[in-house]
Protein backbone atom coordinates (compact mmCIF):
# COMPACT_ATOMS: atom_id res chain seq x y z
CA UNK A 1 0.00 0.00 0.00
CA UNK A 2 1.23 3.11 -1.31
CA UNK A 3 2.64 5.60 1.65
CA UNK A 4 0.52 8.96 2.48
CA UNK A 5 1.24 12.22 1.20
CA UNK A 6 3.15 14.68 2.56
CA UNK A 7 0.86 16.94 5.28
CA UNK A 8 -1.13 13.83 5.86
CA UNK A 9 -1.98 12.99 9.63
CA UNK A 10 0.82 11.01 11.58
CA UNK A 11 -2.39 8.37 12.64
CA UNK A 12 -3.23 7.93 9.32
CA UNK A 13 -0.11 7.82 7.45
CA UNK A 14 1.41 5.13 10.04
CA UNK A 15 -1.76 3.28 9.09
CA UNK A 16 -0.78 3.50 5.65
CA UNK A 17 3.03 2.70 5.82
CA UNK A 18 2.54 0.00 8.57
CA UNK A 19 -0.38 -1.57 6.53
CA UNK A 20 0.98 -5.06 6.28
CA UNK A 21 2.03 -5.39 9.38
CA UNK A 22 -1.06 -3.98 11.02
CA UNK A 23 -3.27 -6.56 8.61
CA UNK A 24 -1.14 -9.34 10.43
CA UNK A 25 -2.18 -8.19 14.10
CA UNK A 26 -5.78 -7.61 12.94
CA UNK A 27 -6.13 -11.20 11.94
CA UNK A 28 -4.67 -12.08 15.01
CA UNK A 29 -7.10 -10.08 17.03
CA UNK A 30 -9.76 -11.04 14.65
CA UNK A 31 -8.64 -15.04 15.41
CA UNK A 32 -9.06 -14.51 18.92
CA UNK A 33 -12.64 -12.46 18.29
CA UNK A 34 -13.91 -15.60 16.32
CA UNK A 35 -12.72 -17.97 18.86
CA UNK A 36 -14.30 -16.15 22.32
CA UNK A 37 -17.70 -15.40 20.61
CA UNK A 38 -17.42 -19.31 18.67
CA UNK A 39 -19.33 -17.76 15.63
CA UNK A 40 -18.62 -21.12 13.83
CA UNK A 41 -21.23 -22.85 16.12
CA UNK A 42 -23.84 -20.56 14.46
CA UNK A 43 -22.61 -22.35 10.68
CA UNK A 44 -22.28 -25.48 9.19
CA UNK A 45 -18.38 -27.02 8.76
CA UNK A 46 -15.93 -25.90 5.79
CA UNK A 47 -18.53 -22.87 5.26
CA UNK A 48 -16.92 -19.71 3.93
CA UNK A 49 -17.97 -16.50 5.53
CA UNK A 50 -16.40 -13.18 6.56
CA UNK A 51 -16.93 -10.23 9.34
CA UNK A 52 -16.97 -7.18 7.62
CA UNK A 53 -17.21 -3.82 8.05
CA UNK A 54 -16.05 -1.55 11.44
CA UNK A 55 -14.74 -4.60 13.05
CA UNK A 56 -12.52 -5.52 10.66
CA UNK A 57 -11.49 -1.63 9.48
CA UNK A 58 -10.99 -0.48 13.50
CA UNK A 59 -8.35 -3.48 14.46
CA UNK A 60 -6.70 -1.82 10.89
CA UNK A 61 -6.58 1.78 12.76
CA UNK A 62 -5.64 1.06 16.20
CA UNK A 63 -2.85 -1.35 15.40
CA UNK A 64 -0.88 -3.61 17.69
CA UNK A 65 -2.02 -1.90 21.56
CA UNK A 66 -3.58 -2.33 24.03
CA UNK A 67 -6.34 0.04 23.03
CA UNK A 68 -6.70 -2.20 19.91
CA UNK A 69 -8.21 -5.01 22.74
CA UNK A 70 -10.61 -2.37 24.11
CA UNK A 71 -11.73 -1.19 20.65
CA UNK A 72 -12.45 -4.37 18.89
CA UNK A 73 -13.10 -6.80 21.10
CA UNK A 74 -16.42 -5.34 22.97
CA UNK A 75 -17.61 -4.88 19.68
CA UNK A 76 -21.55 -4.51 20.39
CA UNK A 77 -22.62 -5.53 17.14
CA UNK A 78 -21.31 -7.34 13.54
CA UNK A 79 -21.74 -7.84 10.30
CA UNK A 80 -21.16 -11.49 8.92
CA UNK A 81 -21.61 -12.68 5.07
CA UNK A 82 -22.34 -16.13 4.64
CA UNK A 83 -21.41 -17.66 1.71
CA UNK A 84 -24.91 -18.61 -0.26
CA UNK A 85 -27.12 -21.40 0.67
CA UNK A 86 -24.48 -21.95 4.33
CA UNK A 87 -26.84 -20.17 6.33
CA UNK A 88 -30.34 -20.73 7.27
CA UNK A 89 -31.21 -20.07 11.04
CA UNK A 90 -35.29 -21.01 12.09
CA UNK A 91 -36.99 -17.51 13.27
CA UNK A 92 -36.77 -18.33 16.98
CA UNK A 93 -34.47 -19.01 20.01
CA UNK A 94 -31.73 -21.67 19.92
CA UNK A 95 -28.53 -22.70 21.18
CA UNK A 96 -25.00 -23.82 19.55
CA UNK A 97 -22.33 -24.20 21.65
CA UNK A 98 -22.29 -22.96 24.91
CA UNK A 99 -24.28 -19.66 23.45
CA UNK A 100 -28.07 -19.39 23.81
CA UNK A 101 -29.11 -17.11 20.32
CA UNK A 102 -32.34 -14.87 19.38
CA UNK A 103 -32.73 -15.27 15.92
CA UNK A 104 -34.45 -13.27 14.21
CA UNK A 105 -35.06 -10.97 10.57
CA UNK A 106 -33.41 -7.77 10.58
CA UNK A 107 -34.51 -4.85 8.50
CA UNK A 108 -32.53 -4.96 5.80
CA UNK A 109 -33.71 -8.72 5.02
CA UNK A 110 -30.60 -10.48 6.39
CA UNK A 111 -30.60 -12.34 9.84
CA UNK A 112 -29.81 -10.84 13.74
CA UNK A 113 -28.65 -13.22 16.02
CA UNK A 114 -28.17 -11.59 19.51
CA UNK A 115 -26.20 -13.37 22.44
CA UNK A 116 -26.40 -11.58 25.71
CA UNK A 117 -23.49 -9.69 24.83
CA UNK A 118 -23.22 -9.01 21.19
CA UNK A 119 -25.23 -8.76 18.24
CA UNK A 120 -24.53 -10.50 14.64
CA UNK A 121 -26.29 -8.96 11.70
CA UNK A 122 -26.25 -12.32 8.77
CA UNK A 123 -26.31 -11.79 5.44
CA UNK A 124 -25.81 -14.08 2.12
CA UNK A 125 -23.62 -13.46 -0.08
CA UNK A 126 -25.06 -13.03 -4.09
CA UNK A 127 -22.88 -15.89 -5.23
CA UNK A 128 -23.92 -19.17 -5.66
CA UNK A 129 -20.80 -20.69 -4.31
CA UNK A 130 -22.06 -23.76 -2.60
CA UNK A 131 -20.78 -22.66 0.77
CA UNK A 132 -17.37 -21.65 -0.43
CA UNK A 133 -15.62 -18.43 -1.34
CA UNK A 134 -11.94 -17.73 -2.85
CA UNK A 135 -10.00 -14.61 -1.93
CA UNK A 136 -11.43 -12.93 -5.43
CA UNK A 137 -14.56 -14.06 -4.70
CA UNK A 138 -14.48 -11.96 -0.88
CA UNK A 139 -13.10 -8.81 -3.42
CA UNK A 140 -15.45 -8.98 -5.98
CA UNK A 141 -18.18 -8.72 -2.58
CA UNK A 142 -16.71 -5.50 -0.76
CA UNK A 143 -17.47 -4.24 -4.62
CA UNK A 144 -21.35 -3.87 -3.32
CA UNK A 145 -20.33 -2.53 0.60
CA UNK A 146 -21.98 0.90 1.42
CA UNK A 147 -18.87 2.75 1.77
CA UNK A 148 -15.05 2.71 0.52
CA UNK A 149 -13.97 3.09 4.82
CA UNK A 150 -16.04 -0.06 5.75
CA UNK A 151 -15.23 -2.02 2.41
CA UNK A 152 -12.94 -4.50 4.33
CA UNK A 153 -13.11 -7.90 5.06
CA UNK A 154 -12.06 -10.84 7.80
CA UNK A 155 -12.58 -14.10 5.93
CA UNK A 156 -12.53 -17.82 6.54
CA UNK A 157 -11.33 -20.20 6.84
CA UNK A 158 -8.15 -18.28 5.32
CA UNK A 159 -7.87 -16.16 8.12
CA UNK A 160 -7.19 -13.41 6.07
CA UNK A 161 -8.21 -9.60 5.84
CA UNK A 162 -8.77 -8.63 2.33
CA UNK A 163 -9.43 -4.71 1.86
CA UNK A 164 -11.10 -2.89 -1.47
CA UNK A 165 -8.96 -0.87 -3.28
CA UNK A 166 -10.87 2.27 -2.65
CA UNK A 167 -9.92 1.70 1.25
CA UNK A 168 -6.73 3.29 1.28
CA UNK A 169 -7.80 6.74 -1.07
CA UNK A 170 -10.69 7.34 1.40
CA UNK A 171 -8.58 6.83 4.33
CA UNK A 172 -5.63 9.12 2.95
CA UNK A 173 -8.79 11.90 1.97
CA UNK A 174 -10.11 11.22 5.22
CA UNK A 175 -14.05 11.19 3.14
CA UNK A 176 -16.38 8.98 3.46
CA UNK A 177 -17.02 7.70 -0.15
CA UNK A 178 -19.37 5.64 -1.67
CA UNK A 179 -18.87 1.64 -3.40
CA UNK A 180 -21.70 0.06 -3.56
CA UNK A 181 -25.11 1.54 -5.30
CA UNK A 182 -27.21 -0.90 -4.38
CA UNK A 183 -28.92 -0.32 -0.83
CA UNK A 184 -32.66 -0.76 -0.10
CA UNK A 185 -33.16 2.43 1.93
CA UNK A 186 -30.72 4.94 -0.59
CA UNK A 187 -32.14 8.02 1.44
CA UNK A 188 -30.56 6.55 4.86
CA UNK A 189 -26.95 6.45 3.28
CA UNK A 190 -26.22 9.86 3.64
CA UNK A 191 -27.22 9.95 7.51
CA UNK A 192 -25.10 6.81 7.72
CA UNK A 193 -22.00 8.20 5.69
CA UNK A 194 -22.24 11.43 8.67
CA UNK A 195 -22.25 8.80 11.04
CA UNK A 196 -19.01 7.21 9.72
CA UNK A 197 -17.31 10.68 9.78
CA UNK A 198 -17.91 10.99 13.56
CA UNK A 199 -16.90 7.44 14.27
CA UNK A 200 -14.04 7.86 11.96
CA UNK A 201 -13.28 11.49 13.52
CA UNK A 202 -13.15 9.91 17.07
CA UNK A 203 -11.11 6.76 16.44
CA UNK A 204 -8.64 8.62 14.48
CA UNK A 205 -8.24 11.89 15.97
CA UNK A 206 -8.65 13.52 12.38
CA UNK A 207 -11.40 15.33 11.20
CA UNK A 208 -13.02 13.08 8.39
CA UNK A 209 -16.66 14.31 6.10
CA UNK A 210 -18.55 13.19 3.57
CA UNK A 211 -17.71 12.17 0.40
CA UNK A 212 -18.21 14.65 -2.45
CA UNK A 213 -20.58 12.10 -3.66
CA UNK A 214 -22.72 11.90 -0.54
CA UNK A 215 -23.19 15.96 0.36
CA UNK A 216 -25.67 16.78 -2.05
CA UNK A 217 -28.15 13.66 -1.06
CA UNK A 218 -27.31 15.12 2.58
CA UNK A 219 -28.43 18.57 1.77
CA UNK A 220 -31.49 17.19 0.11
CA UNK A 221 -32.40 15.19 2.93
CA UNK A 222 -33.33 18.47 5.21
CA UNK A 223 -35.52 20.37 2.26
CA UNK A 224 -39.06 20.29 1.79
CA UNK A 225 -38.41 18.41 -1.53
CA UNK A 226 -37.05 15.27 0.25
CA UNK A 227 -40.58 14.60 1.09
CA UNK A 228 -41.05 11.31 3.18
CA UNK A 229 -37.94 10.21 2.19
CA UNK A 230 -36.22 13.19 4.03
CA UNK A 231 -38.57 12.61 7.26
CA UNK A 232 -37.69 9.37 7.68
CA UNK A 233 -34.10 10.10 7.42
CA UNK A 234 -34.87 12.80 9.99
CA UNK A 235 -36.55 10.33 12.34
CA UNK A 236 -33.77 7.67 11.71
CA UNK A 237 -30.94 10.15 12.91
CA UNK A 238 -33.28 10.96 15.64
CA UNK A 239 -34.00 7.53 16.94
CA UNK A 240 -30.13 6.71 16.68
CA UNK A 241 -29.23 9.86 19.24
CA UNK A 242 -32.15 9.36 21.22
CA UNK A 243 -31.55 5.97 22.10
CA UNK A 244 -28.23 6.22 22.46
CA UNK A 245 -26.95 4.32 19.71
CA UNK A 246 -25.11 7.04 18.56
CA UNK A 247 -23.58 10.07 20.23
CA UNK A 248 -23.71 13.96 19.64
CA UNK A 249 -20.97 14.05 17.87
CA UNK A 250 -23.35 12.87 15.13
CA UNK A 251 -25.14 15.57 15.20
CA UNK A 252 -22.05 17.90 15.68
CA UNK A 253 -20.83 16.54 12.35
CA UNK A 254 -23.77 16.94 10.63
CA UNK A 255 -23.89 20.48 11.48
CA UNK A 256 -19.96 20.69 10.37
CA UNK A 257 -21.16 19.38 6.51
CA UNK A 258 -24.22 21.34 6.04
CA UNK A 259 -22.20 24.83 7.05
CA UNK A 260 -19.23 23.78 5.11
CA UNK A 261 -21.71 23.04 2.59
CA UNK A 262 -23.18 26.80 2.60
CA UNK A 263 -26.79 25.35 2.83
CA UNK A 264 -29.28 28.13 3.25
CA UNK A 265 -30.43 29.22 6.73
CA UNK A 266 -33.70 27.69 6.15
CA UNK A 267 -31.56 24.02 5.88
CA UNK A 268 -29.86 24.97 9.55
CA UNK A 269 -33.81 25.92 11.10
CA UNK A 270 -34.95 23.09 10.37
CA UNK A 271 -31.98 20.92 12.10
CA UNK A 272 -33.16 22.86 14.82
CA UNK A 273 -36.73 22.44 15.03
CA UNK A 274 -35.97 18.42 14.54
CA UNK A 275 -33.41 18.07 17.19
CA UNK A 276 -33.92 21.36 19.51
CA UNK A 277 -31.86 22.71 21.83
CA UNK A 278 -29.31 19.97 21.66
CA UNK A 279 -28.04 20.88 18.26
CA UNK A 280 -28.27 24.68 19.33
CA UNK A 281 -25.93 23.54 21.65
CA UNK A 282 -23.61 22.23 19.32
CA UNK A 283 -23.38 25.03 16.97
CA UNK A 284 -21.07 27.37 19.19
CA UNK A 285 -18.84 24.55 19.37
CA UNK A 286 -18.93 23.56 15.07
CA UNK A 287 -18.45 27.48 14.97
CA UNK A 288 -15.20 27.34 17.05
CA UNK A 289 -13.89 24.46 15.02
CA UNK A 290 -13.95 21.91 18.16
CA UNK A 291 -12.07 18.90 17.48
CA UNK A 292 -12.80 15.37 18.10
CA UNK A 293 -12.37 13.72 21.40
CA UNK A 294 -12.10 10.71 20.75
CA UNK A 295 -11.45 9.47 24.05
CA UNK A 296 -14.31 10.65 25.26
CA UNK A 297 -16.60 8.98 22.79
CA UNK A 298 -18.05 5.59 22.63
CA UNK A 299 -18.08 3.25 20.02
CA UNK A 300 -20.85 1.88 17.66
Known amino acids: ?89 PDRD ?19 ATAPSWELDIWSTPHDSGGTLGEQDWEKYLDGIDFALNAVAFIWPQKKVVVHSRWAHSLRTRSVYRVGSDTPRPHLRP ?3 TAL ?22 AWLFTEDSGEA ?6 YLRHKTDTGRWPRAVLRQLL ?6 EVEQNVLELVNHVFGVRVRALRAEVTQGARPRDRQLPLW
Open 256 to 261: HELRAM
Open 197 to 218: AAKMSAVTGCRFSVGDDMRDEL
Open 94 to 112: CVRGHHHFRVQRNSYDGWK
Open 191 to 193: IRA
Open 1 to 89: MADAPAGTPLAIARTLREFESRRRYAEQTLCYLVEELQIGELLRPAVSWAIVGGAVRDALLVGRTQRGFSHVLPWPDMDLAVADGAFSL
Open 230 to 235: GQEARS
